[in-house]
Nanobody, 123 residues
Framework: QLAESGGGLVQPGGSLRLSCTAS????????IGWFRQAPGNNAREAVA?????????EYHDSVNGRFTISRDNPRNTAYLEMNNLKLEDTGIYYC?????????????????WGQGTQVTVSA
């Protein structure tokens, strides 16, 4: 299981830190991806991913330089630090896990998903 936390309401330019805590499987052996679903959009957009070791990291162009993904394997937790938030960052943020990830942006490849946490950026 995966459980996200840390969402909330923030003004443009503000910051939030999301957490994704895992249980019931070997967290240290999976890649973690963060996705978001914008209001009125059924598709989940890949935001960032981090490999099991933490050495390989990917970002969507729209968040590169503003968001930072990290993980703490002994704590079974991954993080998404979000800075300089924009209105278009609003959405439900999900974390996902997969042990044999090929394309980090392909939501269908991930085996485990959390329930999501709402992030709202509004003035």
């Amino acid at each position: 299981q995966l459980a996200e936390s840390g969402g909330g309401l923030v003004q443009p330019g503000g910051s939030l830190r999301l957490s994704c805590t895992a249980s019931g499987f070997g967290f240290a052996y999976v890649s973690i991806g963060w996705f978001r679903q914008a209001p009125g959009n059924n598709a989940r957009e890949a935001v960032a991913s981090i490999a099991s070791t933490g050495y390989y990291i990917e970002y969507h162009d729209s968040v590169n330089g503003r968001f930072t993904i990290s993980r703490d394997n002994p704590r079974n937790t991954a993080y998404l630090e979000m800075n300089n938030l924009k209105l278009e960052d609003t959405g439900i943020y999900y974390c996902a896990a997969d042990a044999f990830l090929n394309n980090w942006q392909n939501a269908d490849e991930y085996d485990f998903w959390g329930q999501g946490t709402q992030v709202t950026v509004s003035a």
